[in-house]
Each structure stands twice: as structure tokens, then as C-alpha cells.
């Protein structure tokens, strides 16, 4: 396993700041995250121009990216359109979104085997989020999606199964489909505290990932929008030594 840091976690500034600032902060290895709704980085920014994209990426930073996050939905065209561009990344992980509480099963299966067979078919993987006010928000449904959806996996954030409808419910069940993760801290009624001061059993979450042979990222996501008088580079580093201290 390896520690990396997403982009969401300067989501607040533009792409290439994010990129600047974890780099200072000692990360080495970078997830990158699209929203259409957020000026950040949007994914038809992205794939208007793969090659030129992925030159500005190259341009701004030495670290090297390992996974992308959707954090919606994008079409079947743009998705596969962003398969290009991990391809010119030479990274396999992409994560999407579940679809929201109340969609058919049915549906989401199909949806998920469409864009299965886009990305398998140049050596990508996708996994869906645990979230809530999604279909995974429930442990058993994230599994049940996967075993229906051989090849698609989940991207597990513990936070959501700490800090939810059912707060501290078990996830163990999770991690033999886990192909990602995204990592901060967690009380059971606040989504992100200082590293620390919540919930989260990082040594369980990495013991549990060794035990199914997980070797992939364990990649640190601070929301900026949940700071509040927290200071980000302090939790961060603090996050970063942490994680590489139990591996």
C-alpha cells in the first residue's frame, strides 16, 4: 500500500494549486478529482483535450497520478473519454458515483456493467463510492452491487459508515471488493474532526485491506468545505505520517 492525497483537498483553489500545494506538503502521489459544478476541475475541461490536459498536468507537478474521482455522473461518451486520459496517465482506478437512494437495482446494475465494459476493455478499473444519500450508504447494498457487477469494486470512505443514518454500523463486509479508499477523520455526528480526535481505526482499516490483499492507495481526502477553523497543512502532514507510520 501507498499513501496519495486528493485534489479535493484544495477543491477551494484552482487545479494546479492543489497540485502545488500537495506537493509541499510531501505527497507524492496524487488522485484527481472532477466536478462539473465546481470550477476545480471539470470533467469537460479535461476531456475537451485529453493530450493537452494531461501536458498541463506535467507541466505543473512531478507527482504522479493514480486514480481519477467522478464525483457525478458524466455520459457514457465523456466517461469513456476519461478512460483515454487515464490511459495517457497510465493509471487504472477510476471512481464514480452510486446512483441515489431510491434508483432500481436493475438500473444501477446496468449502469454499472455499461461502464464496466468501457473501462475493462483498456485495462481500467471503476469502482463505486460508499456515500451517503447513495445506493452504497448501506454496506450489504455495496456488496450485493458488486457480487451482481463482477469486476466493478468500491471505493471505500469509512466516514460515511461512521457518520450516517446509522452511525458506527459494521462495514467488514466491504473490504473484500475495496479496489480504493479515501481517508479522514470521524465522529458520529461530524463528517471530519481533526486527525485524531474521531473515530476512524486507521490500523483496523489497513489491517482489514492486508487480510484481502489489497496493495493500492490509501488516499487522503479533506473536504474544504468541512475546515472551519481547522488548520488543512497541519492535518494533512499529521494525516500523510500517520498512515505511512502503519504501513
Known amino acids: ?90 493509471l487504472t482506478q477510476i471512481t464514480i ?44 447494498t455495496a456488496v450485493e452491487l458488486c457480487q451482481a457487477t463482477p469486476g466493478v469494486g468500491i471505493t471505500l470512505d469509512p466516514s460515511y459508515y461512521i457518520c450516517g443514518p446509522v452511525p458506527n454500523q459494521s462495514y467488514d463486509q466491504v473490504f473484500p471488493y475495496v479496489f480504493h479508499t479515501h481517508l479522514r477523520d470521524t465522529l458520529p455526528d461530524n463528517l471530519q474532526v481533526r486527525i485524531g480526535l474521531g473515530e476512524i481505526d486507521y490500523s483496523r482499516i489497513i489491517s482489514q485491506l492486508q487480510r484481502n490483499n489489497y496493495n493500492l492507495a490509501l488516499s487522503v481526502e479533506i473536504l474544504p468545505e468541512r475546515l472551519g477553523d481547522i488548520d488543512r497543512a497541519v492535518e494533512m502532514r499529521k494525516m500523510r505520517l500517520l498512515l505511512e507510520s502503519l504501513l
Open 1 to 90: 500500500m501507498f499513501v496519495a492525497a486528493s485534489t479535493r483537498c484544495f477543491s477551494d483553489r484552482p487545479f494546479e494549486d492543489a497540485c502545488e500545494q500537495l506537493a509541499e506538503l510531501q505527497y507524492d502521489k496524487v488522485e484527481i478529482w472532477l466536478d462539473e459544478t465546481q470550477d476545480h476541475l471539470k470533467p469537460s475541461h479535461v476531456i475537451a483535450d485529453p493530450e493537452s490536459f494531461c501536458a498541463r498536468f506535467r507541466d505543473v507537478t512531478r507527482m504522479t497520478p493514480i486514480a481519477i474521482n467522478l464525483e457525478n455522473e458524466v455520459s457514457l461518451e465523456d466517461f469513456q473519454a476519461l478512460v483515454r486520459v487515464a490511459q495517457l496517465f497510465r
Open 97 to 140: 458515483p452510486a446512483s441515489p437512494l431510491g434508483t432500481p437495482f436493475n438500473a444501477e446494475i446496468d449502469r454499472l456493467r455499461a461502464h464496466h465494459r468501457i473501462a475493462s476493455a483498456d485495462g481500467v478499473h471503476v469502482s463505486i463510492k460508499t456515500k451517503t444519500g447513495q445506493l452504497t450508504e448501506d454496506p450489504h
